[in-house]
């Protein structure tokens, strides 16, 4: 598990290096749940520079010998090391089937992990996201999310994850992901 301590130090360092992005996976249930620690990894959407273009990851990894790899996609990942933790950070853009409306990204918030601020997509979004995504462990997150939703330990707006999935080419395919999941919508 990620701490918010080595989080927060790793991402400082992304950032005071230039690199620009929004948290958009799993991250995003762990902030809105309250946890301390932010889940297995922490997935960005990079903005900046582009995960499709490696070097100045290749740079970052290298000046503090930490390690690069690739996601299941092919874009950058990155085990930082932080307060004496390893933190794996998987970076990713819009390539093949993953996609992320820039609308999704403009109306990200700014929230605080530790001592620094980010930009994180909107619970309902990352719902959208998971929904779209389709894949096996997807729809059972997207259960567990549900049941959560259910007991009142997640907040979740029907009518912003109405308009994000209408963001999308198949909204109807969406929203009977949604539904079967478990979210009244």
């Not at 530790?114 to 259960?143: M, P, Q, T, Y």
Request: proline content about 4%.
């Amino acid at each position: 598990m990620v701490s918010k301590k080595e989080a927060a130090e790793a991402l400082r360092i992304l950032l005071d290096e230039g690199f620009r992005f929004t948290v958009i996976g799993g991250t995003v249930v762990e902030l809105n749940l309250g946890s301390k620690d932010l889940g297995d990894d922490i997935d960005l959407f990079s903005e900046e520079p582009s995960a499709l273009e490696e070097e100045e990851f290749i740079r970052v990894a290298e000046a503090r010998s930490w390690v690069l790899g690739q996601t299941w996609l092919g874009t950058p990942r990155i085990v930082a090391r932080a307060r004496g933790g390893e933190v794996p950070i998987e970076f990713y853009d819009n390539l093949y089937d993953f996609y992320v409306p820039p609308e999704i990204l403009e109306d990200a918030v700014r929230t605080m992990i530790g001592n620094v601020r980010v930009r994180v997509v909107r619970l309902e979004d990352h719902v959208v996201l998971k929904a779209n995504s389709g894949r096996g462990s997807d729809i059972e997150r997207l259960k567990e999310i549900a049941r959560m939703a259910k007991k009142g330990r997640l907040r979740i707006d029907p009518n912003r994850v109405i308009e994000t999935v209408n963001l999308f080419d198949e909204p109807q395919v969406l929203l009977r992901r949604l539904r079967d999941a478990g979210f009244r919508l």
